[in-house]
């Protein structure tokens, strides 16, 4: 009886999101019906999609115990710099687009060389390189709201066989993302650092290497993500971006992602952005109060990050060491 | 056979006081040695020294007649020696096949090849007889028993030549036990050579061709495992005098109980565990690594939990944290000085000041009286003779071990507790200042109070105890008064060969 | 150790000076001294009286974080205590309520109305209200530590998540609209002097009121009462010594027997306390309740300012003094940077710099400390 509760209870810590996720669809779907018709659903993906591409971004960094404040500021400053080049230069939108992740990847190992090499701690290095790259931006606009080129737009709104382009994009860096963190060496090696960052420079990885690598993949996603979405919209304000590093790092850790490290998965990454969004819109769908909703959102994530909470509790207490058998 | 690794005067000191002196061996090739000795006498040190973690300060070692001197524990896994540590090292988030790779994935198109891994690892699960395990199911959801074996795994990927096992059984059931000597008889028929550190002499005694035995840093005595009963095992352990070494205890316990736990017990540590303390009692607490000694301690101050049994201090039975056993009258200074006992980066004044603080609260904001707090502080550190400068500048981290550990138990004193919990009280203490503890101990109990002295160190306790309470895998095994005791004996209960 | 050796090289002078307590005022001073003779108008009687105005309601909040750090936490909620805090003083103690603009908000009606807040006109109603202010505060500063203490979640996911539900609570109840029309002695907290300098030719007769700069203010008073209160808190009472017990080595805390999770919870209640009494300065001055208080960057200025005064993010290491001067620091800064007409932008990528800067000079300290300890 204790033991299949204790099973319960176990199977309820792991899989959190999903339990949530059922709640709320459900609850949603009893108050209005036509919220999980595929038009509505289809649009919650969409939709998730911007803070999930940077959300997969997040989760490399968490998974390796650390965090990065600058997604924000990144997904500000690299479609900016995309603009110039596609305004300026000329360069047609998916150069604009290789310029923007470029240089997410330059952003990112700006955060890497002063963790990594400086050994200032993530959270104080990106708390900086949060005001230096908004700053910097904010400098190059002058405060100014920047406008694209139009064709960004049209690419941004495209659809490919039906689909549209935001989603797949998406599902490609999820993809991607799954092959290399559960299919390559690089990845399971983030994971082994994650869970034991001595054990791991026993077993000979470098752990510099690692570590620079997850910063970089962060915000590379991240100046992806700030692509896509000005690519819906055309133009770039002064606030794009501001406190959406929040909501990354929600995303990441209600899809599982453990701040402690070593735990968390691209595919969560998705569900919880999607998870997120499914909570916004069904709010506004049920005609909640718009400014309650951000309420309901901090509750949920509450409840996400107690699981978390717990449920290092409870692998410490199984690390524990025991002299005689149980 | 060949001589696999030698010794050839190999040392190790450390600031001069010696660890391992002038040891000589040949370990052959494809042979199981057995490798015992008291805690302290030098195994973790000569491990440590094979395995590059330390490098030692004379002599040398051979590995197959060449020159070894590891830098690195990656230069010991090269030349291909493994150890596997009570203490496992995996990573519990990874599969079985990925803990085995994780340092050199084989890959195709730069994606695992999954399926190389898995029938290779497969393949070494099953020379270990672990066939029941799948490559992919992660560590974390294997038995303390079946991780042992995975590690061995891990070392057998690496064509580990000789295999080094510290205390490989503590946490393992009698079936998983049986098991791994089955796995380290395999080891042997492929050719590999072991060697084999346990408190656990039986099974030492049956497994091994070869005996060795190190005492204070010493080789003092190997042999054929055929020739070496348990008996002549603990005769080698054990042997030093210790004229000098310890103040003369001044008192005789009284007949009131201080302390009196009853029947202590919670799963996978402790066992029905039952220990009384006297007024003006110093109670030994003796056990090899791992006997449940400190964890006794930490469940007696209200640190960790235990699910049976009742405490009780002068009658009174107590709940509650460390906070109500300090308001008791309980004082616990623990094994880890560094990590538990002190704040480095403070003064020395500001730690000796932390638990008895609220003492000097003047109300009603609770505000601190400096000057009768300094004048306390200052008594206490001449009253413990703690050398040291300025207590209120000089940061805690600067000073010597024993000064250090002068302090810890200073910051107790501070509050004249009734029951002192003193847990390897002597650990990393140069000898002046251990005798300078042992008065302390003395007095301590001459004033009516009652200490629980744990150590791993016999003679002290020998010195020290007026009786000694001996543990053996989280149960107690028996007590012996002072007139009765003798080392062999306390040893032998230790080691659980008698019980009192 | 030794105090005797004659005569510190250069280079012992330089990390003396790097690990004093005045390093951060020392760097103000030569900061203010380098800048002055380009900008003269930084040491005008009217820039010193807004520096300083700007200081005082910030050192309240970072005294507050200050105590915080020292435990090896963090507060993101501040800037969301601010703004509740802000929002319900208003809604009770405002003497009008204009229903074109708070018509639809939740509390229109029900706290709020034509005539004003509920406790308008009410004897001590201005007392009350405060009062108020501080119990919500203590309530969210409870959550907070709680969660922290007795939960084990990380401070900074928890009160993250506090920032985001308690400021989405403070738009809610005005519907993101300022509540004006606040009463007269509420203003005068914000502004009101006590010391004003009058700076001019002597004989006119009649002083216009802009002349006069405020140098003590009612905001100078509260927030050096509330700074040498928490100094002496966090320095000379038994509560301080757990703190810093806690922040240094939280394992030998408990097994000395500080009471860990009482403290842990205190000090987030300390921490949003602070909070709710800068709110009262900054509402006030603003003549407002603004649900949008202490939002953005505000909480950035909090924790640069205190870290650059030498308050370490890991515990144990704390003192307001240092915040003190890392918050003049900080405003001397903003202050400076407006001056050189630089945008608020780029003043905030100045600040990242120091931020860094901070950090860098914090792990650098590390290091010469380690190194005189040998």
């Not at chain 3, 805090?85 to 509390?107: D, H, K």
Request: proline fraction near 4%.
């Amino acid at each position: 009886m204790i033991k299949s509760l204790e099973k319960a209870s176990d199977f309820l810590f792991r899989n959190a999101t999903y339990v949530i996720f059922a709640c709320v669809l459900l609850y949603y779907g009893l108050q209005a019906p036509s919220f999980l018709s595929v038009e509505s659903l289809s649009n919650i993906v969409k939709q998730a999609s911007f803070i999930g591409i940077a959300a997969i971004g997040m989760t490399f960094v968490l998974l390796t115990a650390g965090i990065d404040l600058s997604v924000g500021a990144v997904m500000f400053l690299a479609p900016l710099i995309a603009g110039y080049a596609m305004r300026d230069l000329g360069v047609p939108v998916p150069v604009g687009l290789l310029v923007a992740v470029l240089t997410g990847v330059l952003l990112g190992a700006i955060n890497a060389i002063l963790i990594v090499r400086l050994k200032v701690v993530p959270f104080i290095t990106t708390l900086a390189t949060l005001f230096l790259f908004r700053g910097f931006g904010t400098w190059l606009t002058s405060s100014q709201q920047f406008d694209f080129p139009e064709e960004i737009r049209r690419f941004g709104l495209s659809t490919v066989l039906g689909v549209p382009t935001p989603l797949i994009v998406f599902a490609i860096v999820a993809l991607a993302a799954h092959v290399v963190l559960a299919h390559t060496a690089f990845g399971r090696q983030v994971y082994a650092f994650g869970n034991s960052p001595e054990g791991a420079r026993k077993a000979g990885l470098s752990a510099e290497w690692i570590q620079a690598r997850v910063f970089i993949i962060c915000s590379a996603c991240a100046a992806l993500s700030g692509f896509m979405l000005i690519a819906q919209i055309g133009r770039l304000d002064v606030a794009f971006g501001e406190g959406s590093e929040f909501d990354v790092i929600a995303a990441a850790v209600l899809g599982g992602a453990s701040l402690f490290g070593g735990i968390g998965s691209a595919f969560g990454a998705v569900v919880g952005a999607t998870l997120i969004q499914t909570v916004k819109l069904g709010l506004v769908f049920t005609g909640v109060n718009l400014y309650l909703q951000p309420i309901m959102l901090g509750l949920i994530i509450f409840v996400a990050v107690l699981v978390d909470g717990v449920r290092e509790k409870r692998l410490l207490a199984l690390l524990k060491r025991t002299i005689r058998p149980v | 056979m060949s001589d696999l690794l030698t010794f050839e005067g190999l040392s190790k000191a450390w600031f001069g006081v010696p660890a391992v002196s002038d040891l000589d061996y040949a370990l052959r090739e494809n042979s199981l040695l057995g490798v015992i000795g008291q805690n302290g006498a030098g195994k973790s040190t000569l491990m440590n020294m094979i395995g590059g973690i330390v490098q030692p300060s004379g002599g040398r070692m051979l590995w197959r007649g060449a020159p070894y001197a590891p830098q690195s524990a990656a230069d010991a896994s090269k030349v291909g020696i493994a150890f596997i540590h009570q203490e496992l090292n995996l990573f519990t988030n990874l599969s079985v096949a990925e803990n085995l790779y994780v340092d050199g994935f084989p890959r195709k198109f730069g994606i695992i090849d999954w399926a190389a891994i898995n029938e290779r690892t497969r393949s070494i699960l099953q020379r270990l007889s672990l066939d029941d395990v799948e490559p992919s199911v992660k560590v974390g959801q294997l038995s303390p028993g079946e991780r042992q074996l995975v590690e061995i795994a891990r070392a057998l990927h690496n064509e580990a030549q000789l295999i080094i096992f510290d205390e490989p059984t503590t946490s393992l059931t009698h079936r998983e036990t049986e098991r791994l000597f089955e796995t380290i008889a395999t080891l042997r028929e492929e050719g590999r050579t072991i060697v084999y550190i346990s408190h656990i002499l039986g099974d030492v005694q049956s497994i091994s061709d070869g005996i060795a035995v190190l005492r204070d840093g010493r080789l003092v005595d190997h042999g054929a495992a055929a020739d070496f009963p348990v008996s002549r095992m603990i005769k080698s352990m054990i042997g030093r005098d210790l004229g000098g070494l310890f103040p003369p205890r001044s008192n005789q316990p009284d007949s009131d109980l201080i302390l009196s736990a009853r029947s202590i017990g919670q799963p996978g540590v402790l066992e029905k565990a039952s220990i009384d303390v006297r007024k003006g009692e110093v109670l030994g607490l003796f056990g090899l690594m791992g006997a449940g000694r400190s964890e006794l301690a930490r469940v007696l101050f209200g640190l960790d939990p235990h699910a049976t049994g009742d405490i009780l201090l002068n009658g009174q039975p107590l709940t509650g944290g460390p906070r109500n056993r300090i308001a008791a009258g309980m004082a616990f200074v623990t094994e880890n000085r560094r990590e538990e006992g002190l704040m480095l980066d403070a003064s020395i004044a500001d730690n000796l000041a932390l638990v008895s603080i609220d003492r000097f609260g003047r109300k009603p904001f609770a505000l601190v009286d400096m000057e009768a707090l300094s004048t306390r502080t200052e008594a206490m550190k001449a009253e413990l003779s703690i050398k040291a400068g300025n207590i209120a500048r000089q940061a805690a981290k600067t000073l010597s071990g024993g000064n250090q550990q002068k302090v810890v138990i200073g910051k107790w004193q501070m509050q004249s507790p009734k029951l002192f919990i003193l847990d390897e009280p002597t650990r990393g203490v140069d000898v002046g200042a251990k005798y300078e503890i042992y008065t302390l101990v003395d007095r301590i109990a001459a004033d009516g109070g009652g200490v629980l002295m744990i150590s791993s160190e016999l003679d002290e306790l020998l010195g020290m105890a007026d009786r000694i309470v001996v543990m053996n895998r989280g149960e107690v095994i028996g007590s012996v008064d002072r007139a009765d005791f003798d080392r062999e004996k306390l040893l032998a209960m230790a080691f659980r060969e008698v019980t009192a | 150790m030794t105090t005797e050796t004659a005569r510190p090289s250069p280079l012992q002078r330089v990390s003396r000076i790097l690990l004093s307590d005045y390093f951060v005022l020392y760097l103000s001073l030569a900061y203010v001294a380098a800048l002055a003779p380009f900008y003269p108008v930084l040491l005008t009687p009217a820039n010193i009286s807004n520096v300083l105005s700007n200081m005082w309601p910030l050192l309240i909040v970072a005294t507050g974080q200050t105590f915080v750090l020292a435990i090896a936490g963090i507060d993101l909620s501040q800037g969301a205590v601010i703004a509740v805090t802000s929002v319900i003083c208003a809604m009770l103690i405002a003497v009008t309520g204009n229903e074109a603009v708070l018509g639809n908000a939740p509390i229109w009606g029900a706290v709020i109305d034509g005539d004003g807040g509920l406790l308008s006109g009410v004897t001590g109603g201005l007392a009350i209200a405060i009062l108020a202010m501080v119990v919500a505060a203590a309530l969210i500063g409870l959550l907070n530590g709680v969660a922290v203490a007795v939960f084990g979640m990380p401070a900074f996911m928890v009160t993250l998540v506090t920032m985001l539900v308690v400021s989405a609570f403070a738009i809610y109840l005005s519907m993101s609209e300022n509540i004006s029309g606040l009463p007269e002695a509420f203003i005068d907290l914000g502004k009101g002097d006590l010391v004003s300098v009058y700076f001019g030719a002597q004989e006119e007769s009649k002083i216009p009121r802009k002349v006069i700069y405020s140098f003590v203010t009612y905001p100078m008073v509260i927030a050096i009462a509330v700074a040498v209160f928490a100094h002496y808190l966090l320095n000379r009472t038994v509560f301080g010594r757990y703190v810093f017990a806690i922040g240094s080595n939280i394992r030998n805390a408990q097994i000395s027997g500080v009471p860990v999770r009482r403290i842990v919870v205190a000090i987030f209640v300390i921490s949003a306390v602070c909070a709710a009494i800068a709110s009262i300065l900054y509402s006030a001055r603003l003549e407002a309740g603004r649900p949008t208080l202490g939002a953005g960057t505000f909480l950035l200025d909090v924790i640069g300012a205190t870290v650059i005064g030498g308050t370490s993010l890991f515990g144990g290491k704390a003192k307001i003094i240092w915040t003190f001067f890392g918050v003049l620091f900080f405003v001397l800064l903003s202050n400076t940077l407006n001056l050189m007409n630089l945008s608020a932008f780029q003043v905030d990528m100045v600040k990242g710099a120091v931020i860094l800067a901070a950090a860098l000079l914090d792990v650098l300290r590390t290091r010469i400390t380690r190194e005189t300890a040998r």
